[in-house]
């Protein structure tokens, strides 16, 4: 069983940044592959970004590409989403998922277990 519990969401401007992070507990993080999704109002969740378990080896959604950038801490169990030049259209709740395995997956059946979100508010 592994616990993910996501924070650092909040209401910021356009062009501004945010980070955030999702801590991980219960077996050894390392083992997981880890990844981002969204959920928009209204809209289906989708996915943003993932990382394999080792920390090598990133894939990003095309919307987010060259903005949003995912990186892992094995030592403390966490993973990372930097957002930098923060659009409108990133308004949603973020979600951070852990999928047992080396690779990484773009599809959320792919992902064990998930965390509760945080809310991302971008205004224009």
């Known amino acids: 069983q592994v616990q993910l519990v996501e924070s650092g969401g909040g209401s910021v401007q356009a062009g501004d940044s945010l980070r955030l992070s999702c801590a991980a507990s219960g077996r050894p993080f390392s083992a997981y592959a880890m990844g981002w999704f969204r959920q928009a109002p209204g809209k289906e969740r989708e996915f943003v970004a993932n990382?394999?378990?080792?920390?090598?080896?990133?894939y990003y959604a095309d919307s987010v590409k060259g903005r949003f950038t995912i990186s892992r801490d094995n030592a403390k169990n966490m993973v990372y989403l930097q957002m930098n030049n923060l659009k409108p259209e990133d308004t949603a709740v973020y979600y951070c998922?852990?999928?047992?395995?080396?690779?990484?997956?773009?599809?959320?059946?792919?992902?064990?277990?998930w965390g509760q979100g945080t809310q991302v508010t971008v205004s224009s």
């Open positions: 990382i394999r378990a080792s920390g090598v080896g990133t």
């Open positions: 998922a852990a999928r047992l395995g080396f690779g990484g997956a773009v599809l959320e059946p792919a992902y064990d277990y």
